[in-house]
C-alpha cells in the first residue's frame, strides 16, 4: 500500500536545532573542579560533552554509585541545543526544538524533568514559493499539481520505505545490497527512478529542508538508514514521520525550550560538570585513561566521548585509534545550517489565514515554521539556512544575512515581515564546538567502509552523541538514547 501524504511530511520539513535563555547553574571552572576532585584527579568515568548525550550518560552513571566528571569545551552546557531570552521576557531556541510520536526517550527525560510540551501551530494554509517568485496558497496535501506528479511522487516514497524497511537500525552495513546502496548519491536514485519533474523538485527539496543537506551529498544507504531510524523498538520509521509537522518529527515542541532539560540535569550534577575545559587528548594505559583539557587532567576507568564524530576526531588520542575510526571521523561532517528566529508583536499571518510554513525553491532561507509560544503573545517565524544556502553566506555579515532573509519573508509573508521587533541569528558552522549543525552525514562509500567503527569501543573509550544512536539519531532523542546506551555498556563491564 501506498503511504498517505500530507502537507506537513512533504513541505512541512525544516532541520530542527534548538534554542534559548537559561542560565547553568552550579557547574564549575577547570580550577574549581580540580580544588574538589583534587590536583590529579582520579574518578571512575569522565564524560567528554555536556550536551544532552553527555549529561544523560553522567546523569545515568552517578545515580549508579559511580564518580563522573563531565568536561564541556563551551561555556555552557547544552552542545547543539541552546536557548536565549528576548527582550520580551519570551525564550526561544537556537537549536535543537521539536520531538514528536516515536521519540519515548527524549519524553520520558522531559517528563522526569518537569518540563512539558505543546504542539506547534499547523493551522491555515502553507506557502510554496516557486523559482520564478510566485507565491501559491494551498491547503491540503502538497502544492497544485497534476495528478500524475502525485501519483510518482507516492510512489517514489513508497520506494523509500520499503528501502529503509531492509535496513538493519544498529548496522546499516550489513543490509542486502548495501554496497550498492552506499555506491550511489540519493541524487543519482532520484534521476534513475523518477522521471516527473515535480517529483523529482519535492524529493531535492525535502533533502535540503529535512536534512539541511544537499541531495548528490548524501549517500543513499544514510538516506536510507536515516528514514529507518525515524521510530522506536516496536514502530519502524518511515519518511512520513520523518519529515511531518503534525504527528512527525516535528510535532511538538517543549514550553520554555529544550535548553531547560541540559540545564536541569547539569545543576543536578553540580561541580562534576566543567565548562571552558576543551579536552585535548586521551591517553590510555592498560585499564585506565588520563583525560587531558585546559588546565585539568583526570584519570579514569572508562571515558564516554559524546561528540559528533567530526569533533571527536580532533581530539588527539595515545595510542592512535584503529584507522577505520579516524577514517570515519575525517568523512562523517555536521549538516550546513544556520537558523534565524524573527520576532513580531503578533503572529500576524494567522490574520491572513496561514500556518507560517514556507517551501522555497530559491531565496536565502526556503523553509520556515511558525514558532511563537503556545499562547500567541507575540509572534516568531522560524527561517532556517539549509545547505547550500548556508555556504552561500558564510562569508556574509550578520547583518547581511540578517536582511536576505527578512527580503524572503516580506516576499512570503508582505511587508509587515520586514520589521521585526528582535532578530536572532544562530550560525553553527562558524561556532568552535560545534562546526555544524544536526544531522550529521555520509558521503557515498562511508558507511560501509568505515560505519561498524561509530559505537565500537576503543580500549576503555566509548562513543555518545545524536549520530551513534540506533533510533532518531541527529536528533535530540538520538542524543538522549546514545547517553543511556554509554551508561548501561559501562556499568555492564
Known sequence: MRPQLNRRSLL??????????????AVASPARAQATEGADAVVDT??????LAGLTAARKLVAAGKKVLVLEARDRVGGRVHDIGLANGGTIERGGQFTGPTQTRLQALADELGVKTFTGYNTGESIYYTADGTVIRYSGALPPMDNDSYQALGQAIYQLDTL?????????????????LDGQTFASWIEGNVTNANAKTILHLMSNGA????????????????????????????????????????????????????????????????LK????????????????????????????????????????????????RDQLTQRFPLSSIGKAIVVYDKPFWRDAGLNGQV?????????????????????????????????????????????????DLARYFGSQAATPTEFVLG????????????????????????????????GVIHWAGAETATFWNGHMEGAVRSGEQAAADILKG
Open 211 to 274: 536534512l539541511s543537506a544537499e541531495s548528490r551529498d548524501i549517500s543513499l544507504l544514510w538516506i536510507l538508514n536515516y528514514i529507518a531510524v525515524s521510530g522506536n523498538e516496536t514502530n519502524p520509521g518511515n519518511l512520513t514521520r520523518l519529515i511531518s509537522t503534525l504527528g512527525g518529527a516535528r510535532d511538538s515542541r517543549f514550553v520554555g525550550g529544550p535548553y531547560q532539560l541540559a540545564t536541569k540535569m547539569a545543576a543536578a550534577l553540580g561541580s562534576k560538570v566543567v
Open 164 to 180: 529503509a524497511s531492509t535496513i538493519p537500525v544498529d548496522a546499516p552495513w550489513t543490509a542486502p545490497k548495501a554496497e550498492e
Open 46 to 51: 569522565v564524560v567528554v560533552g555536556a550536551g
Open 427 to 458: 550560525r553553527w558552522d562558524a561556532e568552535e564546538y560545534t562546526r555544524g549543525g544536526a544531522p550529521g552525514f555520509t558521503p557515498p562509500g562511508v558507511l560501509t567502509r568505515f560505519g561498524s567503527s561509530i559505537r565500537k569501543t576503543a
Open 359 to 407: 517551501a522555497a525553491l530559491t531565496g536565502t532561507t526556503r523553509s520556515t515554521f511558525d514558532n511563537s509560544p503556545p499562547d500567541g503573545s507575540y509572534g516568531a517565524l522560524l527561517a532556517f539556512l539549509d545547505g547550500d544556502q548556508m555556504r552561500a553566506v558564510e562569508d556574509k555579515s550578520d547583518a547581511t544575512i540578517r536582511q536576505l532573509i527578512l527580503d
Open 12 to 25: 512541512g520539513a525544516g532541520v530542527a536545532l534548538g534554542a534559548g535563555a537559561a542560565t547553568t547553574a
Open 277 to 324: 575545559a576543551p579536552v585535548r587528548r586521551i591517553v590510555q594505559s592498560g585499564s585506565s585513561a588520563l583525560v587531558v583539557a585546559d588546565g585539568l587532567a583526570v584519570t579514569a576507568s572508562s571515558v564516554v566521548v559524546a561528540l559528533p564524530p567530526t569533533l571527536a576526531g580532533r581530539i588527539v588520542y595515545s595510542p592512535a585509534l584503529p584507522a577505520t
